[in-house]
Structures are given as structure tokens and as C-alpha cells.
């Protein structure tokens, strides 16, 4: 029960994660009416990302949640996410673990599994949940891209896993369109009518451009009776003379009067180095324009953002209240290593610990087929029964290789003076491990994954 509410945990953290970092287009609603459903829109231009480092001198090895605990006064660990990659350092595996405090051990939560197009595109993703009574993974959901001739996003399918049948059924599909410039026009969305067995159309977006610019962004509902589309909200954006977004005005239609009504609005402020350092969020309320949430931004050079200040407007007071902060640390590559999120306590009138997300990036070797500074090679990896270990050249003095779990702790141990070894019908259960290999003169340790 603990490992579901952790996972359960982990879910809105991601949701969270995807407001805060998106284009704002999907944030203004979740800040101004939190209770209402928003849109997470998949842009067709970065669903391909291989989630390298921003520097891409590496990948994202594994990410770990903390949740802080305020009785002990420490971070307590959550969940984590353990990446593999291909041979074209493209997202190939990757599992998510919840914490048991009890056991001090992870317990299997979700695997995702990516399969790719002959030119590198995303071509399915498949989700599977672990069950604990049979130990073993059960198909859940699945997504399948189609490309057009040129490559971009013609669409994409969701479908679930139908146990009963042992079958995958169509669900949800979302429909792509490009004007003659590339730029990107439609996002359509129909759902799957198991009755006439047709796709039906649910909501679109339409975009419109001007000099290569989105300036304006309409939602519209499918009204099933009239078979017709209904006008819902409406963005438009406007911009700087240098082109950075200077604002972006919400309006929501009524059916009542047949026109658009003002509701939110955004305003963007930048340095001298054109980073972003405040987001003004305003609703309209009795004929005028009333703050309602603000986001600050801090810099430490002129790339890193390093904090933000979340606040939100005290109508009574006429005064801002802070109410989160986020910090973030880099490492020597500015990669982004640690994500500190923290509650504002009017009591002690300061930031306390809330949430922490640690990610570890690997600047080495990142593919099925592992090797070690000192020619080491460890395939299949992930594996699941067997492992094979074979060194560049035979070792002089014999090899010591040992495996241990997450917790430090050995579960494995044997001698050998060949150049390669089969590592059979290991009893370890699957997880992580670090295998340690050891010459007698340097120690070389990888980590490997059985599933």
C-alpha cells in the first residue's frame, strides 16, 4: 500500500513537473482554475528528444525522488527512474521503483519500453505494471507514432491492454497538420467508439501564424448533435521587437452573446541577456484586470536558472504571498543534477523542504552493450537470467568479479582467469546492481539491470 501511494505521489509530481516547464499555454489554467482539466499538448518537435544532458555531452542515467520528512527532520527516498538507451543513445528502457521503507528495498512499479523507426523517430512506446502476486510485468498501455514522408508527426495512437482478451484496444488518437512553412496548425483529438467501431472527434487546436510567429491559438469542442465544432477558448500572443513573447492574452466564448470575453492574461518580462525573469498571471474580474499568480526567476550566469519564486496574490492584503520556491544545482557540464522544491511557512516566515528530484547523468558509454574504462564488456544489459562479461585481453593476474544490490550489500561472487565469463541463472531478484570487476590491481564497476 505504501509503494501505490508513492507511485501515486510520483504521478502528480510528473503533472506538476509538466505545468511548471511547459509553454504556458498549458499552465494558465492549471494556476487560474486548478480544479479544471487542462490539456498537456505533445509537441510534435520534441517528442523525438533522446533526453541527452542540455549540453549533450551525456544521458540521464537515472533520476531519485526524496520526500522530506518533517518529524525527522530528513529526506526520505521515493521513487526512482533508471534509464537505458540503444546504440543511437535513444530512450530504449527505462523503469520506475517506489521505495518500501519497511523492506529498505524498491519494489518494481512501471517499465517503459520504446521501440524506434529505421530513422531514429519514436515509433512505440509501451507501458507495463508489475505484479507483485504473479512477480511478473502485465501489459497496461501503449502509443504508436506515424510519420509523414518528410518525417514530422502525422499522428499518434493510444491504446489499452484488454487483459480478459489478451488484446490491445484503440483508445484515443491525436492528429497532427503543418502548413507549407512547417509550422505546426492543428493538434486534433478523436476517441475510439467501440459501437460504430469510428473515430470521434473531441476537442482541436488550431494555430495561426504571422512572420513564422504563433500569435494566435483556438480550442474547440466537438458537439456530437449538430456535428459541428464550438468555439471554447482563444490565446493570442504577442511579441517584443527582438521576437521574445511579451504577453498572451486568454479569452473563453459565450455561447450567451456569440463573442470572445477576456479571462486571463500573461505578461513576460526579461534581462538584459533576454532570460526570463518574471511571469505575471492576471484574470479579469469586474472589468478589470486583477493579479492572480506570479513565477520569478533567478540566474546565476547568464544560461543556469537556478530559483524560482512562486507567489500568489493576497486580494484582501493587495500583496503578494510567496508560496513555493524552486532551486536548482548544476554540475561542471551545467547539467541540471538536483531540483529542490520547497513550501513557504508563514509561521517561521521562510522556505522549508518539500521535495527533492536528484539526477544522475552517465558521460561514459550509454547502450546495450556496456564497456568499462578498461575494456570491459557486459552484455545483454539489462538481462534476464544470463550475463556475459568479456575483457579486451586475457588479465594477468585472474579477475574477481562481484555484484552487489543498491544497498551496498553482496549477492554475488566468483573467480575467474579466462577473458570472458557466463554469468548463469543468476538468483538475484531483478532490480539494479553494480557489478565490480577487479584485476587485483584496479577495479572497474558497472551498473547492470536485471529484469
Given at each position: 500500500?505504501?509503494?501505490?501511494?508513492?507511485?501515486?505521489?510520483?504521478?502528480?509530481?510528473?503533472?506538476?513537473?509538466?505545468?511548471?516547464?511547459?509553454?504556458?499555454?498549458?499552465?494558465?489554467?492549471?494556476?487560474?482554475?486548478?480544479?479544471?482539466?487542462?490539456?498537456?499538448?505533445?509537441?510534435?518537435?520534441?517528442?523525438?528528444?533522446?533526453?541527452?544532458?542540455?549540453?549533450?555531452?551525456?544521458?540521464?542515467?537515472?533520476?531519485?525522488?526524496?520526500?522530506?520528512?518533517?518529524?525527522?527532520?530528513?529526506?526520505?527516498?521515493?521513487?526512482?527512474?533508471?534509464?537505458f538507451y540503444n546504440d543511437?543513445?535513444?530512450?530504449?528502457?527505462?523503469?520506475?521503483?517506489?521505495?518500501?521503507?519497511?523492506?529498505?528495498?524498491?519494489?518494481?512499479?512501471?517499465?517503459?519500453?520504446?521501440?524506434?523507426?529505421?530513422?531514429?523517430?519514436?515509433?512505440?512506446?509501451?507501458?507495463?505494471?508489475?505484479?507483485?502476486?504473479?512477480?511478473?510485468?502485465?501489459?497496461?498501455?501503449?502509443?504508436?507514432?506515424?510519420?509523414?514522408?518528410?518525417?514530422?508527426?502525422?499522428?499518434?495512437?493510444?491504446?489499452?491492454?484488454?487483459?480478459?482478451?489478451?488484446?490491445?484496444?484503440?483508445?484515443?488518437?491525436?492528429?497532427?497538420?503543418?502548413?507549407?512553412?512547417?509550422?505546426?496548425?492543428?493538434?486534433?483529438?478523436?476517441?475510439?467508439?467501440?459501437?460504430?467501431?469510428?473515430?470521434?472527434?473531441?476537442?482541436?487546436?488550431?494555430?495561426?501564424?504571422?512572420?513564422?510567429?504563433?500569435?494566435?491559438?483556438?480550442?474547440?469542442?466537438?458537439?456530437?448533435?449538430?456535428?459541428?465544432?464550438?468555439?471554447?477558448?482563444?490565446?493570442?500572443?504577442?511579441?517584443?521587437?527582438?521576437?521574445?513573447?511579451?504577453?498572451?492574452?486568454?479569452?473563453?466564448?459565450?455561447?450567451?452573446?456569440?463573442?470572445?470575453?477576456?479571462?486571463?492574461?500573461?505578461?513576460?518580462?526579461?534581462?538584459?541577456?533576454?532570460?526570463?525573469?518574471?511571469?505575471?498571471?492576471?484574470?479579469?474580474?469586474?472589468?478589470?484586470?486583477?493579479?492572480?499568480?506570479?513565477?520569478?526567476?533567478?540566474?546565476?550566469?547568464?544560461?543556469?536558472?537556478?530559483?524560482?519564486?512562486?507567489?500568489?496574490?493576497?486580494?484582501?492584503?493587495?500583496?503578494?504571498?510567496?508560496?513555493?520556491?524552486?532551486?536548482?544545482?548544476?554540475?561542471?557540464?551545467?547539467?541540471?543534477?538536483?531540483?529542490?522544491?520547497?513550501?513557504?511557512?508563514?509561521?517561521?516566515?521562510?522556505?522549508?523542504?518539500?521535495?527533492?528530484?536528484?539526477?544522475?547523468?552517465?558521460?561514459?558509454?550509454?547502450?546495450?552493450?556496456?564497456?568499462?574504462?578498461?575494456?570491459?564488456?557486459?552484455?545483454?544489459?539489462?538481462?534476464?537470467?544470463?550475463?556475459?562479461?568479456?575483457?579486451?585481453?586475457?588479465?594477468?593476474?585472474?579477475?574477481?568479479?562481484?555484484?552487489?544490490?543498491?544497498?551496498?550489500?553482496?549477492?554475488?561472487?566468483?573467480?575467474?582467469?579466462?577473458?570472458?565469463?557466463?554469468?548463469?541463472?543468476?538468483?538475484?531478484?531483478?532490480?539494479?546492481?553494480i557489478l565490480s570487476v577487479?584485476?587485483?590491481?584496479?577495479?572497474?564497476?558497472?551498473?547492470?539491470?536485471?529484469?
Open positions: 500500500m505504501q509503494a501505490i501511494k508513492q507511485f501515486v505521489k510520483f504521478l502528480v509530481v510528473q503533472l506538476l513537473l509538466v505545468f511548471l516547464f511547459l509553454p504556458v499555454h498549458s499552465q494558465i489554467e492549471f494556476h487560474l482554475k486548478p480544479y479544471q482539466e487542462t490539456d498537456t499538448i505533445l509537441n510534435p518537435f520534441s517528442e523525438n528528444q533522446n533526453l541527452k544532458s542540455s549540453q549533450s555531452l551525456g544521458q540521464l542515467d537515472s533520476i531519485y525522488h526524496f520526500d522530506w520528512n518533517t518529524t525527522l527532520m530528513e529526506w526520505e527516498k521515493l521513487l526512482s527512474s533508471v534509464k543511437n543513445k535513444l530512450l530504449e528502457l527505462e523503469f520506475i521503483r517506489a521505495w518500501n521503507p519497511a523492506s529498505e528495498t524498491w519494489i518494481e512499479q512501471q517499465k517503459k519500453v520504446r521501440t524506434y523507426t529505421a530513422e531514429n523517430r519514436l515509433s512505440e512506446e509501451t507501458v507495463l505494471i508489475w505484479e507483485a502476486n504473479s512477480q511478473s510485468w502485465i501489459n497496461y498501455s501503449r502509443t504508436s507514432y506515424s510519420y509523414s514522408p518528410d518525417l514530422v508527426l502525422d499522428y499518434y495512437i493510444k491504446k489499452s491492454w484488454n487483459a480478459g482478451e489478451e488484446k490491445w484496444e484503440e483508445t484515443i488518437k491525436y492528429i497532427y497538420d503543418f502548413d507549407n512553412e512547417g509550422n505546426w496548425t492543428l493538434y486534433l483529438r478523436q476517441d475510439w467508439n467501440t459501437d460504430s467501431s469510428k473515430w470521434i472527434n473531441n476537442y482541436q487546436f488550431t494555430y495561426i501564424y504571422q512572420v513564422g510567429r504563433k500569435v494566435e491559438q483556438i480550442r474547440q469542442n466537438w458537439i456530437l448533435n449538430t456535428s459541428s465544432w464550438e468555439n471554447n477558448h482563444r490565446l493570442s500572443f504577442t511579441y517584443e521587437g527582438d521576437g521574445l513573447l511579451s504577453s498572451e492574452l486568454g479569452e473563453t466564448w459565450s455561447n450567451t452573446i456569440m463573442q470572445w470575453d477576456s479571462s486571463t492574461i500573461i505578461a513576460y518580462s526579461y534581462n538584459l541577456n533576454d532570460k526570463l525573469v518574471e511571469k505575471l498571471y492576471q484574470s479579469w474580474k469586474a472589468s478589470v484586470w486583477q493579479n492572480t499568480v506570479r513565477y520569478i526567476y533567478g540566474y546565476e550566469n547568464p544560461e543556469n536558472n537556478t530559483e524560482i519564486i512562486y507567489s500568489i496574490w493576497n486580494s484582501s492584503s493587495n500583496q503578494w504571498e510567496q508560496n513555493r520556491q524552486y532551486l536548482f544545482e548544476y554540475n561542471e557540464h551545467n547539467d541540471l543534477i538536483i531540483e529542490t522544491w520547497l513550501l513557504w511557512n508563514k509561521d517561521t516566515s521562510g522556505f522549508e523542504n518539500d521535495y527533492k528530484i536528484a539526477n544522475f547523468i552517465d558521460y561514459s558509454v550509454s547502450a546495450n552493450e556496456m564497456e568499462g574504462e578498461s575494456g570491459i564488456h557486459v552484455f545483454p544489459n539489462p538481462f534476464s537470467e544470463n550475463i556475459r562479461i568479456k575483457m579486451s585481453q586475457k588479465p594477468n593476474f585472474g579477475l574477481s568479479i562481484r555484484i552487489f544490490d543498491i544497498r551496498g550489500q553482496l549477492v554475488y561472487s566468483v573467480q575467474t582467469s579466462n577473458s570472458s565469463i557466463d554469468l548463469k541463472d543468476l538468483n538475484i531478484p531483478p532490480g539494479l546492481y577487479s584485476d587485483g590491481k584496479q577495479v572497474e564497476n558497472i551498473k547492470i539491470l536485471r529484469h
